[in-house]
């Protein structure tokens, strides 16, 4: 992680669980961090604990509504303007809603597009752009995915969930595709996890707590940690190798 001290990190979605984790971590190794969400206030005190842990790094809050494409744009000209631009970039921003395909309706399906898929592209198209315009080859775009990515759950209510990060699986080689074609060394990969213990279920399932707390009671989960812990393990590859896609689920889990 040498070569990253003092490079600009994005961290979408890191007011909590794996955004937060990895924003953390990143400030940890020496990284000058952007970690943006809705909820800037818990950013800003994630940025504090860092400070006082006299982590060598710097997180730096930023709100930012990933639905909405004016903000995010708006988020890379102001990290151009006061930090130059973007090195790495976390796309780590999900979201779930309980919308089945035979029952579920459009609106919870469009939210879970704008950012599990359009916030991911649109952040991703203008990060290789901040990298491009300042020279920077050994750039990497890193997608926070998920088995559900690769498998599709028995559960109507994760079906349109699974559908978006199937598409995050298919982005992320297709822009591992595009960056070789464009003969530049930055690198693609995806990281998918299987259930990690964070707010996620109880932000799914926001009408029934007892419902998202049996979903980390059921099966033995990762932490937030691990997922942070991958994150540093792509950046620490040697820049002549590509790791496309990380697959993580604890060694008690065998389905």
Request: aromatic share 6%.
């Amino acid at each position: 992680m040498e070569r990253w001290k003092g490079r600009v990190a994005l961290v979408t979605g890191a007011s909590v669980g794996i955004g937060a984790a990895v924003a953390r971590t990143l400030v940890q190794q020496g990284m000058k961090v952007v970690g943006c969400g809705r909820s800037v206030d818990k950013i800003e005190k994630l940025a504090a604990e860092c400070q006082s842990a006299g982590y060598s790094g710097t997180l730096i809050p930023y709100k930012c509504d990933l639905s909405n494409e004016e903000e995010i744009l708006s988020m890379f000209s102001a990290i151009k303007t006061l930090h130059r631009g973007v090195d790495v970039c976390i796309n780590n921003a999900g979201l779930a809603h309980n919308e089945p395909l035979l029952s579920g309706r459009t609106e919870g399906w469009r939210k879970m597009i704008d950012v599990n898929v359009l916030a991911l592209s649109i952040c991703t198209r203008e990060a290789y752009q901040s990298m491009r315009e300042r020279g920077v080859d050994d750039g990497h775009i890193i997608n926070i995915n998920s088995m559900a990515g690769h498998r599709v759950v028995p559960g109507a209510d994760e079906h349109f969930y699974c559908a978006t990060k199937y598409a995050v699986t298919a982005l992320t080689e297709g822009l591992r595709q595009e960056l070789r074609e464009a003969k530049t060394h930055i690198r693609a990969t995806s990281i998918s996890p299987g259930i990690v213990e964070t707010e996620f279920a109880f932000r799914h399932y926001d009408s029934d707590p007892e419902k998202a707390a049996a979903v980390y009671e059921s099966i033995k989960c990762l932490k937030a940690a691990d997922i942070a812990s991958a994150v540093t393990y792509v950046l620490s590859a040697p820049p002549h190798v590509q790791i496309g896609d990380v697959q993580m689920r604890p060694v008690e889990q065998v389905s």
